[in-house]
């Protein structure tokens, strides 16, 4: 399984949403201006990351199931 370029993609895409998301829960926890700058693009990139992680995690799978 962890021979497979695709796992270790999955793996950078998984990483990257978290990455995403301490940052940004980070950002609301503290408050201040980088919130109030970067609040609501940091969730926008989660979600389109989050969709992007999910869709190599089906291929993925799809892929191994073949």
Do not use: C
Request: a positive charge.
């Amino acid at each position: 399984m962890q021979d497979k370029p695709l796992f270790y993609v999955v793996v950078l895409a998984v990483l990257l949403v978290l990455v995403i998301l301490a940052t940004g829960i980070g950002g609301f926890a503290r408050g201040g201006e980088f919130n109030r700058k970067h609040g609501n693009r940091l969730m926008r990139w989660r979600i389109i990351a989050q969709a992007v992680a999910i869709a190599l995690i089906l291929l993925f799978i799809w892929l191994r199931s073949r």
